[in-house]
């Protein structure tokens, strides 16, 4: 069965550096999210994506976050110069075509701690 | 603001029924899904309700009211494996692609 999988698995990076989150959607998928999940709270949308442009990015999605598909594969998440607070499990998710279709693919995750 | 609210804790009993509500408040309303998480899993897909009434898959049933802005999961002969986190997810318009998650239910099953 196709799945969503991000790459890697768990991320340790000081504070102020610069870090990529990598995921490959369902290879026939459309749209594509990040969201991210602070350690025992609601999972908060960051970002869609969708044609090879950013559909709509919530407010925690600022200049410090970007979003890529360097490829028909990956999606890239970046995150500059980062914070403590960025400390969190990140997920990749897709969807495939279809507006009326609302089942998204969640990833694995992955758990980016900051020291 | 935007708000969606649900029980942060529920235990039931194996074989039993649970009922897990969501309320919303959020400046645009196109549908609600619901998604299951294990203790360190990732969120996988319920259901969804674009309509009022109610969606059954399975043991797993939605329901929906748009104008009380509520929604509910109701889990029917509960097994141990159920026991996971549930969250409501709005998705705030016809043309948007935008999602945004309650605050999650844990649920319990006791044997």
């Known amino acids: 069965e196709p799945e969503v999988t991000q790459t890697p698995s768990h991320q340790v990076t000081q504070m102020g550096q610069e870090v990529i989150l990598r995921c490959v959607p369902i290879?026939?998928?459309?749209?594509f999210y990040w969201y991210r999940q602070i350690l025992g709270q609601k999972v908060e949308f960051l970002v869609s994506f969708y044609n090879n442009e950013i559909s709509e990015k919530s407010e925690i999605f600022d200049d410090q976050f970007s979003v890529e598909r360097p490829d028909g594969s990956n999606f890239t998440l970046k995150i500059r110069s980062t914070k403590l607070e960025d400390s969190a499990m990140y997920f990749c998710?897709?969807?495939?075509?279809?507006?009326?279709?609302?089942?998204?693919?969640f990833g694995p995750g992955t758990r980016l701690t900051v020291l | 603001g935007q708000s969606l609210e649900q029980p942060s804790e529920v235990t039931a009993v194996e074989g039993a029924i649970v009922q897990i509500n969501c309320t919303y408040q959020?400046?645009?309303?196109?549908?609600l899904s619901w998604y299951q998480q294990h203790d360190g899993g990732a969120p996988t897909f319920l259901s969804y309700?674009?309509?009022?009434g109610l969606e059954e898959t399975g043991r797993f049933s939605s329901f929906l009211s748009r104008s009380d802005s509520y929604g509910y999961l109701l889990l029917q002969e509960l097994q141990m494996k159920d026991s996971a986190s549930y969250f409501c997810a709005v998705r705030e318009g016809s043309g948007t692609y935008k999602y945004i998650f309650g605050t999650g239910t844990r649920l319990k099953v006791l044997a």
């Open positions: 959020t400046s645009g309303f196109y549908g």
């Open positions: 290879s026939n998928h459309l749209y």
């Open positions: 998710a897709s969807r495939h075509q279809g507006f009326s279709n609302n089942e998204q693919f």
């Open positions: 309700n674009a309509l009022d």
